[in-house]
């Protein structure tokens, strides 16, 4: 990090977050279901160290089948890259919507290093592992076909959720996601959730580390899973979330969604509570 910080860009205000990490994962980048503006904002508002991209942060599946890149998704990567050339370390781990980058791991692009993962360590010194998660989502190893099939399902989801919403939004009702209740409604698509993050966690455990944060699924938490700290940081499609690490090693979930939340601090203790240990206490 540079010793002076730096400037706003014209017409910007100044930092109003002042963290030691951000964890963003599943922008998808040339969609029409990429919220940008939002992404914009949150990255001109926050200052940090180092920031992980952790994954599906173009939608190379998307582009190869339809070219969209409006203004507000080439702004989001030159703000990053801004950020890289003002002191930020940025790290990004593709994932399976933008694979492609993986073909330059060990790579610096813009002072953006590609990297296949990564072990960070948080200010408290736990040892967490960064990586997509798309390795181990069976459907994207072993069927890659019913992955693109479902890929495009999801697009179409959007696309009725969109109408739907702009409806809603004439009767002065707030934004409901189709997809996340499809998602977490349907009881298949819960265990494969489960069974997701039982299946990051070891490895995250066999790799010595006492927790993982990863993207893939488009679900925010953090938790214990099997006594390992998951940390999954959702998307900027519909959840508009992201993990961030305050300097003295706080985890925190950040929604800029319409239905946000008051933030909640968890340290190990107490992700325990949220599995049934006991109720956690918020830490300010």
Not at 72 to 89: E, P
Not at 119 to 142: K, N, P, S
Request: include cysteine; glycine fraction near 8%.
């Amino acid at each position: 990090m540079h010793d002076e910080p730096s400037l706003p860009e014209p017409g910007e205000v100044a930092a109003r977050l002042r963290v030691r990490t951000v964890f963003i994962s599943d922008l998808h980048l040339g969609t029409a279901g990429c919220q940008a503006g939002a992404l914009l904002d949150f990255l001109r508002e926050v200052e940090c160290e180092t920031i992980y991209l952790v994954g599906d942060i173009v939608d190379g599946w998307q582009l190869r089948r339809t070219w969209y890149w409006p203004q507000s998704h080439n702004d989001v990567v030159q703000k990053l890259m801004r950020k890289a050339r003002k002191g930020t370390r940025v790290v990004f781990v593709p994932g399976n919507h933008d694979e492609f980058a993986r073909r330059y791991v060990a790579h610096n692009f813009g002072g953006i290093d590609v990297v296949e993962d990564a072990m960070h360590v948080t200010a408290d010194g736990r040892r967490l592992w960064i990586t997509h998660g798309d390795y181990f989502d069976g459907v994207i190893q072993c069927a890659r076909w019913l992955a693109y099939l479902g890929d495009q399902a999801y697009e179409f989801v959007l696309k009725i959720n969109r109408f739907l919403n702009l409806a809603r939004g004439r009767l002065g009702l707030p934004y409901w996601s189709l997809s996340r209740y499809l998602k977490f409604k349907v009881k298949r698509a819960v265990s494969y959730v489960n069974d997701f993050e039982v299946a990051v966690a070891r490895e995250a455990r066999k790799r010595g580390a006492d927790g993982v944060v990863c993207g893939h699924i488009h679900h925010a938490e953090i938790r214990l899973v099997e006594g390992v700290l998951y940390c999954n940081d959702g998307d900027w499609v519909e959840s508009l979330t992201a993990i961030v690490e305050h300097h003295d090693g706080r985890l925190e979930i950040i929604d800029r969604g319409v239905h946000a939340t008051p933030p909640a601090f968890v340290s190990m203790a107490t992700a325990g509570a949220r599995n049934g240990v006991r109720e956690p206490a918020l830490v300010d």
